[in-house]
């Protein structure tokens, strides 16, 4: 008799895939083989910020990994310069081998035979912690059977196998498709040394190239993306949100980055720059632009801000307390000076009603935002791949912070739409209602992106901003955006056991991933904190935070050794790289050290597969015992 209910539909499904005990025989063989690999690398980034060349050499160049394995490989071998010259090939193959040709006025073969067989040398090594059929979907489909077989070349080979490879790269170099099998090869490098890549936040504002940076990540296959405040804004541009675009604009436009929103993603700024220039005087110390921008943004928030009382932002609606006869705001904690009066479109009767002409402006921003095809293409890429936070490997990463309360260290409960939420349960409701706003918009979902964005128990934003006060108010004092009690807090070990545990990960084994924060390394700040328990890695890549921080970007790795990050230091150019072999330097501090190395059945990957074989064993018991039939021997 067949087995029958839940179970019996389940494996009469599985047996469709593995219809004999021979195919189930196999896949456990398998699945077991796997368990015993190394586990695969995984590289934590964060706050890229639009810094497209540095980041791209960073992946080039796999954090640094890729320069380490060609030392470990070669050592003393090769001199320094060859190390160099191998490690550029590997990150910019196309343009160091034009530049090869150009030094040496033509390549010979020599030259094609011995870094042809140094590349397959450090490609088997990271191909090693691979099964087969993995490296294979990672090849090149042009040349995968070529490569395949050349990275079975093993050291005490016969002689007659020796002269098969041989035989295969002069025929590689004759027919003319060195460069392409160069190419490939470096691709095949670069993929297997990072399994996967995490972005703990903030791909967009203050650098020029988020939308190259998208780009780049569209092409890599095991990439996720934790949203960060400043892709969140993006996001909500994006679907819609009136509030959310007039920020992105003026965010580019004080950062002096318009170029994106207008030779990248098509969003002109024509119509604002005309009303600025009829409206706004010229010659004060912020020019037209900027006011009309920043007076659009605090109208379109102060009447976000009145739709939505459970936002709890009454006192960001400052507009209303300018006084342009006293020349001053009416903050709560007394006046203050105005770095202008120039408020042509302030309406004392109504201060947050819109003009015509700045409606005019908003509607030609909103039609250019929804009309942007590059823009949806990277946003839906966000949503495709992104989140609030992820779990992966007992590593929890998310960007900013989880709310919490001053002093007692609880989660903070925040009430919003009728709902009272704090910990993971605030987080899981928030990504679903950004996933709404993107794929079913109204009012309600849309105003909640801008409150992720700025909202002060976002856990993106976790602070309380004063975008008015930097903008319109002279007294730096009145600058200061207070924190989130969760980052004081965190410093406690057992507070971030805590965080770990609302969100279902090992107290003792995992750690909390952050961003959003820069690490002031050069005062003597870690990125390490809380006993190993919290990793902060916003190491400054933006060009702006350079000085604050004392270093240019942050990678945490882990690996099958345990966790290590890697402090960057700043990027000259791709032209340095190419003409001096510069690379990105970068110091190493191993935190922590398994006392075994880890393989795959350390890793969530195993978990599953440890799944699957118990599934498994389960339809081969129902094959053994009769209860189902081998499907081959069926009618």
Not at 67 to 81: I, N, P, T
Not at 456 to 470: D, I, W
Request: with cysteine; hydrophobic share 40%.
């Amino acid at each position: 008799m067949e087995p029958v209910g839940t179970e019996g539909r389940f494996l009469e499904l599985l047996s469709e895939q593995f219809p004999t005990r021979q195919s189930v025989f196999t896949e456990i063989i398998n699945l077991e083989a796997i368990l015993g690999l190394p586990r695969g690398t995984e590289h934590f980034m964060s706050d890229v910020h639009g810094e497209y060349e540095a980041f791209e050499h960073i992946l080039n160049n796999c954090s640094g990994v890729i320069r380490e394995r060609v030392r470990a490989e070669f050592g003393d071998g090769l001199s320094q310069a060859e190390q160099d010259d191998l490690c550029t090939l590997i990150y910019y193959p196309e343009e160091k081998l034009a530049k090869t040709e150009s030094d040496l006025g033509g390549i010979d073969l020599t030259w094609w035979r011995v870094h042809l067989l140094r590349l397959l040398r450090v490609a088997k090594h990271f191909a090693s912690a691979y099964t087969q059929s993995k490296v294979r979907k990672s090849m090149p489909v042009p040349y995968a059977y070529i490569i395949d077989e050349l990275l079975r070349d093993q050291a005490g080979q016969s002689e007659d196998r020796s002269c098969y490879h041989e035989r295969i790269v002069d025929t590689i170099v004759d027919t003319g498709s060195g460069p392409d099998f160069v190419e490939s090869l470096a691709a095949l490098i670069k993929r297997l040394a990072v399994d996967r890549l995490h972005i703990v936040g903030d791909l967009f504002d203050r650098g020029p190239h988020a939308d190259r940076i998208c780009d780049r990540l569209l092409e890599m296959p095991s990439t996720d993306v934790q949203w960060g405040n400043h892709d969140i804004v993006w996001m909500g541009a994006a679907a819609g949100s009136l509030a959310c675009q007039a920020a992105v604009v003026r965010n580019n436009l004080r950062y002096g980055a318009l170029s994106i929103l207008e030779s990248s993603y098509g969003v002109s700024m024509r119509e604002l720059a005309l009303f600025a220039e009829r409206t706004y005087r010229d010659g004060d110390v912020l020019s037209p632009i900027d006011k009309a921008i920043s007076v659009i943004l605090f109208k379109l928030e102060g009447q976000l801000i009145r739709r939505n009382p459970d936002f709890a932002m009454d006192d960001r609606l400052l507009l209303p307390l300018v006084d342009v006869e006293g020349d001053c705001v009416h903050l709560p904690g007394g006046d203050a000076p105005l770095a202008t009066v120039d408020f042509p479109t302030l309406n004392p009767a109504d201060p947050l009603a819109l003009t015509d002409g700045e409606r005019e402006v908003i509607d030609a921003m909103a039609e250019a935002f929804a009309d942007s095809e590059r823009l949806r293409r990277h946003v839906a890429f966000l949503y495709e791949r992104g989140s609030l936070y992820r779990i992966s490997n007992d590593n929890l990463l998310f960007h900013a912070c989880v709310p919490m309360t001053e002093g007692d260290g609880l989660f903070r409960t925040v009430e919003l739409r009728g709902r009272r939420l704090a910990g993971r349960d605030l987080f899981d409701w928030l990504d679903r209602e950004a996933r709404q706003a993107w794929m079913e918009p109204d009012q309600g979902n849309l105003d909640l992106m801008y409150y992720l964005w700025c909202g002060p128990a976002s856990p993106l934003s976790g602070r309380v901003m004063k975008t008015f006060e930097r903008t319109f108010v002279t007294d730096k004092a009145t600058w200061a955006e207070p924190r989130d009690p969760y980052w004081e807090l965190t410093e406690s070990p057992s507070v971030c056991k805590q965080v770990l545990r609302e969100f279902g990960v090992s107290p003792e084994h995992g750690h909390i991933v952050n961003g959003h924060t820069p690490v002031k390394a050069s005062s003597g700040e870690s990125p390490v904190r809380s006993c190993g328990k919290l990793v902060v890695i916003d190491g400054g890549f933006c060009t702006a935070y350079h000085k604050t921080t004392g270093i240019a970007g942050y990678t945490l790795i882990s690996d099958s050794s345990g966790l290590r990050i890697k402090a960057h230091r700043a990027f000259t150019s791709i032209g340095d790289v190419l003409d001096l072999n510069a690379d990105i330097m970068s110091d190493t501090d191993r935190f922590e050290t398994s006392d075994r190395p880890l393989l795959v059945e350390d890793s969530d990957t195993g978990a599953k597969i440890r799944q699957r074989i118990v599934e498994l064993r389960r339809l081969l018991d129902a094959y053994n015992s009769g209860a189902l039939k081998e499907r081959a021997t069926r009618g």
